[in-house]
């Protein structure tokens, strides 16, 4: 089971698109992550873990996994902005869209999924992007995993205080997801369940501090920390900073011997 949903939220009191979007049974399992000079603005019926004031995304995102280590459970950690999709293999021979709203169905079916994997033995499972176009399979192993991320925190806390979560304020999943592969700990990408992520919102990492320039440097300083791993690109549309990471080779390099980083 599922049991816990973290949403970490800033500035976005009346913006609460995810927990909007969740079938009603779902609701009582929230989280709602505030730091804490926004706590008295909150008046969802739900539980809230607060945090301190201007902590950073990556600092928030440290407490939140150690809350769900010190539970041992299965949880959900998911941006406030989520749109969640659904896509069926033979969505043509079926006359469908590549993807679909989801309904309550297709939240039960997903968290059944999510929960099953890992209970399995995966650390960390996630969504595709709806943008990504469709592969012939219902999942991919070993990839990068953001914004809706399904954890075990009861494997995770067999690690929790040997990775680093806050090496950068601005990349903790990927260099999470870089630290647990390298251990060999493995995670699963599910093709048939999609995220889309309402962008260019006031509010979250943009409140944080983050702009084109903290993220440039961010990426210039952990590509340092892992030359094996990662290389350095810019979007063609935007000029972002963007980060090609051999997720794969990391799990592969684990296989050969112990590789802390």
């Not at 973290?6 to 009603?24: A, K, S």
């Not at 809230?48 to 041992?72: A, F, N, Q």
């Not at 903290?214 to 972002?240: C, E, L, W």
């Amino acid at each position: 089971m599922i049991e816990k949903i973290y949403i970490p939220t800033l500035g976005r009191v009346d913006e609460q698109i995810t927990y909007n979007n969740l079938p009603d049974k779902y609701k009582d399992r929230v989280i709602m992550v505030v730091q804490e000079h926004e706590r008295p603005l909150y008046k969802y019926n739900v539980e809230y873990m607060v945090v301190p004031d201007d902590i950073g995304y990556s600092k928030t995102i440290d407490l939140l996994l150690r809350d769900g280590c010190k539970r041992k459970i299965n949880f959900l950690e998911i941006d406030d902005q989520m749109f969640l999709k659904r896509r069926y293999l033979n969505y043509k021979e079926l006359g469908l869209p590549s993807k679909i709203d989801f309904t309550e169905q297709d939240y039960d079916d997903c968290f059944k999924t999510m929960n099953l994997w890992l209970n399995e033995g995966y650390i960390n499972c996630g969504l595709r992007s709806c943008y990504i176009p469709p592969m012939g399979t219902d999942y991919i192993e070993n990839s990068k995993i953001c914004a809706v991320k399904f954890w075990n925190g009861k494997i995770l806390s067999e690690i929790i205080n040997d990775v680093e979560i806050c090496i950068e304020k601005e990349t903790e999943d990927l260099t999470l997801i870089l630290q647990y592969l390298l251990r060999g700990y493995k995670n699963r990408q599910s093709n048939l369940f999609l995220m889309h992520k309402k962008t260019h919102k006031p509010g979250g990492c943009s409140s944080a501090g983050r702009t084109p320039e903290t993220t440039f440097n961010a990426h210039r300083r952990i590509i340092k920390r892992f030359p094996r791993y990662m290389k350095q690109r810019f979007d063609k549309k935007t000029g972002m900073s963007k980060l090609t990471v051999k997720w794969s080779q990391a799990y592969k390099d684990s296989q050969k011997g112990k590789l802390f980083v």
